[in-house]
């Protein structure tokens, strides 16, 4: 039996707080229980009444119905929940529901129950879900474990919603029953006291009945737990994940790499990094587990889309949105064209997207042909309704492809309404419009890619590096040591000298040669451009006295060689306080932070993940040799990705920048400027004058 039967599976429920006056919680509840099968105990402890089935406590109710329940759902106040379900506990019940609010979501006295409540949890072992839930719904077991009128009528299927938010959770069953889509499970968190989404997820990886998640995200407290219980499923069932909070800045921009490194972006690269597609919000989300859960393509890394119109301008709708995202739409090959060719008028367009021109009786034949070609491996049509031409549900039902098939339908809403579901019920995907059919392809696409890329992954050796216990580390790292550290681990750092005053200086640019760049050497200084202590292009000595002139005191100075011209970008590694060491990369400049272009990842990278990092950024053309520049090393950018993973990963270190990353005329990168913030001196404060 699994920990969580008695929460989502339970043979017999009691109500805490049960009634049968109208309105009240209690009454709504066993309303919604009316269908299930197992024993239904009510507790009322102000208003008793066993010859109606009403028990003061839950040991009562185990002594009339002789077996206790597995799950009791508490319909009480928050003060009398902790004392109530510790009875309960006491008396045999395995799982609790608290509907209630008034917990830690309310305030210092609400923390205060939800503290008792952990404690009921810790010192009995009985599985929570709450607080602040309406609860969770499994049709396919005739459980409706929530007060909210309608739910007890969802209909059962594969798809299981796990949402932060008891609201969330029916919106979402609601909107998949308007698709078409039945409902597994769905269940929202509330306060998730004890009961997690990762337990959630674990607990599906065991339901043969699953055929997709979807996940709504609000916070990821869990972290890791959650990244590895999503990483787990995804091998058998999909998952589909949208993070709230876009617009969370965070509250620790200690430097750039924060700055990029939100939460929300932060979750989200987390929860693609283990497999689950990504949307942006509640449509996309219902959207794309509709398709996940009728079809899923095999693992491949880039999947074609053949697209197949009965009308020219929506096709074309439908093919603009899907490049957008990133699907690729690649022309037909000379056979496949030419068969489309002998199928269709000749004005009409017959490459990617083929026009066929209004529905016609050959649609069924077209479409075959198209899925046929060598380069597509998901199938999309888009038809208005025109019941007179062609029954079009039964033309695509008569389709078999060489792929899955996603159909997008137009016309009447009651006629479209009935074609969604006669093809959902065949198996079909069928979007009502040309955004939503581009959300279900990408979504295939997507998991698709994304299966690929696990099957790949094989977490890469860390570079060979010193230690970082070394005395030199002992305090604040200056951008000296930094880049020490960094080329122990085969970063390429410019040639420099560390310099005690003007003197040195002057000798390091005899040494050296022009042009060179003089910094002021201050471990305190994050930021030093802004504060006047880079100066750039100096060639003679004159130049270089009114360049220290220009610079603000320091204890050293740092004088290196200055590097060819080349594209730069920001490269670094930050310590989540969630999820640990998250590895970012950026265009460099204003681009990674204004415009949010930047790639996340957990440490420790795999060399596939390393390696795919570029290819998120929107200016990765850039840096691949776009209007004659030199495109840059992969090998050595991975090599330094894989460098700042294998850092991230030392106990010691709290995070570490390089910006600028240049790349060189040869493809090389090297780091013309590091930070290195180490755990022990963030603990203990540090100055950050920027």
Not at 187 to 213: E, K, P
Not at 485 to 493: E, S
Not at 601 to 607: D, G, H, K, M, N
Request: glycine share 10%; hydrophobic share 45%.
């Amino acid at each position: 039996m699994n920990a969580l039967d008695p929460l989502f599976a339970p043979r017999s429920v009691a109500v805490l707080g049960a009634s049968d006056v109208p309105g009240k919680l209690g009454t709504a509840m066993i309303a919604s229980l009316v269908r299930f099968p197992g024993a239904v105990m009510k507790i009322n402890m102000g208003r008793p009444d066993p010859a109606r089935g009403f028990f003061p406590t839950v040991a009562d109710a185990v002594t009339a119905h002789g077996t206790a329940p597995d799950l009791v759902i508490s319909c009480i106040p928050a003060a009398a929940t902790a004392g109530a379900l510790r009875e309960a506990a006491t008396a045999g019940a395995r799982a609790a529901l608290v509907c209630a609010g008034g917990f830690a979501e309310s305030g210092v006295e609400g923390e205060m129950y939800q503290q008792a409540l952990g404690a009921v949890v810790r010192d009995t072992g009985i599985r929570l879900l709450g607080p602040n839930t309406s609860g969770f719904i499994a049709p396919h077991a005739s459980l409706t474990a929530s007060f909210l009128p309608g739910a007890g009528d969802l209909t059962a299927g594969g798809v299981a919603v796990i949402a932060a938010s008891g609201g969330v959770n029916h919106a979402l069953a609601f909107a998949l029953a308007e698709a078409g889509a039945g409902l597994r499970l769905g269940v929202g968190l509330g306060n998730s006291l004890d009961v997690t989404q990762a337990d959630v997820l674990a607990y599906l990886s065991q339901d043969d009945g699953l055929s997709a998640v979807a996940l709504h995200v609000e916070t990821a407290a869990e972290g890791r737990l959650l990244t590895d219980a999503v990483r787990r499923l995804v091998d058998r069932v999909p998952v589909v994940a949208l993070v709230v909070g876009r617009s969370d800045v965070g509250d620790f921009a200690r430097s750039h790499t924060g700055a990029l490194a939100t939460s929300w972006r932060v979750t989200r690269a987390a929860l693609r990094q283990a497999g689950a597609v990504l949307v942006d919000d509640e449509r996309e989300l219902v959207d794309a587990v509709s398709a996940l859960g009728r079809v899923r393509l095999p693992a491949h890394p880039g999947p074609g889309a053949g697209l197949v119109t009965a009308q020219a301008g929506p096709g074309l709708l439908l093919t603009d949105a899907l490049r957008i995202a990133g699907v690729r739409v690649p022309p037909l090959a000379e056979r496949t064209v030419k068969e489309v060719g002998e199928l269709l008028p000749g004005l009409t367009y017959q490459h990617n997207p083929v026009d066929t021109g209004r529905p016609s009786p050959t649609l069924s034949h077209v479409i075959e042909r198209v899925s046929e070609d060598p380069d597509v491996h998901v199938t999309a049509v888009y038809a208005l309704l025109e019941p007179t031409t062609v029954d079009l549900a039964a033309a695509l039902k008569a389709v078999r492809p060489a792929t899955p098939l996603v159909a997008v339908v137009g016309g009447p809403p009651e006629q479209v309404r009935h074609t969604r579901r006669e093809l959902g019920e065949a198996g079909i995907p069928c979007a009502v419009t040309p955004a939503a059919g581009a959300t279900m392809v990408r979504a295939l696409v997507e998991d698709a890619v994304n299966r690929s890329r696990l099957e790949g992954d094989v977490t890469a050796p860390a570079p060979a590096r010193p230690a970082l216990s070394e005395p030199a580390l002992s305090g604040p790292a200056d951008e000296h040591i930094a880049k020490n550290v960094l080329a122990g681990f085969g970063v390429r750092t410019p040639v420099r000298r560390v310099c005690a005053g003007r003197e040195a200086a002057h000798a390091a640019l005899d040494e050296l040669g022009g042009p060179v760049v003089a910094k002021i050497l201050d471990a305190g200084v994050l930021h030093k451009t802004e504060v006047g202590g880079v100066q750039v292009g100096i060639r003679t000595h004159e130049e270089l006295d009114a360049a220290l002139d220009r610079m603000p005191a320091s204890p050293a100075l740092l004088v290196e060689k200055m590097a060819p011209a080349g594209p730069e970008l920001i490269a670094g590694v930050r310590r989540d306080p969630v999820f640990g060491p998250v590895v970012a990369l950026g265009a460099g400049g204003t681009a990674a932070e204004i415009l949010g272009d930047v790639s996340l990842r957990l440490a420790p990278l795999s060399a596939n993940e390393a390696d795919g990092m570029l290819d998120d950024l929107a200016t990765r053309d850039l840096f691949l040799g776009a209007r004659g520049a030199t495109p840059v090393d992969g090998a050595r950018l991975t090599h330094a990705l894989l460098a700042l993973s294998s850092l991230g990963c030392d106990p010691a270190v709290a995070e570490c920048e390089i910006n600028p990353l240049r790349v060189l005329p040869d493809g090389d990168v090297v780091a013309l400027d590091a930070v290195l913030l180490l755990r022990d001196v963030m603990e203990h404060g540090g100055s950050d004058d920027a």
